[in-house]
């Protein structure tokens, strides 16, 4: 049985329905999916490193769609971005899409000291304070360290809103990373009702899913972004590929970048998001 191994340095069957969906979720079709998947399996070998398959889906799917040859692996490309202010803003970006009102980040008096929290979100009835971590490393778990913090955190300016500090009557917390939670993490923050995002999780509706079905995919899905101008972007706000294509002409000229690098960012980005559409 041939075996592929996972950055985390963790042993597993080769699959290659994990190439075709891979490959599906790039908007190719079923039959070239299928045949990518077939040609990575034949220049697999036992133990091959599941970077390195990706490497090669990319090269083989490159060959029927070549825009394929500038971008990044999503879970990669999320990971490229600044954690402040550019993966703040892009959280922020799509807890809106999902229909939630956030307030960005400030400091909060609590009971026992002063908190600086990424954010507070409201929907209905809900007033959550938000904390988004980021890690570098996409295959790094976040931590039971971070729903322990949280909890205290959450516990103390309930306390201070009791004690009159400030107005905002926290109902609960909500944490959003881009990897995946540790198993005590999950459990401890489920078990203390502390709301998680991460990338796999709630099933079906975890980071990786909200970007896909609503097409909220970062400006880092483009190969060798140039760092300065990527920083420009983000320092505006801009995070995403189709916050690019509808940024004002106006606006990207005051970004004092040169024409040619911009036009090709978003030629580069329009052939993106007119590929995951189909």
């Known amino acids: 049985m041939l075996q592929v191994i996972k950055a985390s340095g963790v042993r597993e069957k080769f699959e290659k329905q994990k190439i075709i969906n891979t490959c599906l979720r790039m908007g190719a079709s079923k039959e070239v999916a299928e045949r990518v998947a077939e040609k990575v399996y034949k220049k697999s070998y036992q133990g091959i490193p599941t970077k390195k398959i990706l490497k090669l889906t990319f090269k083989f799917l490159g060959k029927y769609k070549p825009e394929i040859k ?43 000291i002063k908190h600086e929290i990424d954010g507070i979100v409201r929907k209905g009835k809900e007033i959550l304070y938000l904390e988004v971590k980021h890690h570098v490393k996409f295959h790094a778990r976040t931590p039971l360290e971070v ?13 201070g809103f ?23 993490a999950r459990n401890y923050a489920l078990a203390k009702g502390i709301r998680i995002i991460s990338w796999d999780f709630p099933a079906n509706s975890g980071l990786k899913e909200i970007i896909k079905e609503r097409n909220l995919y970062p400006i880092t899905m483009v190969k060798d972004l140039d760092k300065k101008v990527e920083e420009k972007l983000g320092n505006r706000g801009i995070v995403l590929l189709k916050q690019l294509v509808e940024t004002d002409a106006k606006l990207l000229a005051e970004l004092k970048v ?3 690098k911009i036009s090709s960012l978003i030629g580069k980005a329009k052939k993106l998001l007119a590929s995951y559409k189909k």
């Open 70 to 112: 500038f971008v990044l692996d999503l879970r990669e490309a999320v990971s490229k971005l600044r954690p402040t202010p550019d993966f703040e803003q892009f959280v922020r970006l799509l807890l809106k899409e999902q229909g939630y009102k956030v307030s960005p980040a400030r400091f909060v008096r609590g009971k026992c």
């Open 147 to 159: 729903p322990l913090s949280v909890w205290a955190t959450l516990d103390d300016l309930k306390d």
């Open 162 to 184: 009791r004690a009159g500090y400030h107005k905002i009557n926290f109902t609960g917390a909500l944490i959003v990373c881009n990897t995946k939670f540790s198993t005590y």
């Open 258 to 260: 040169e024409k040619r």
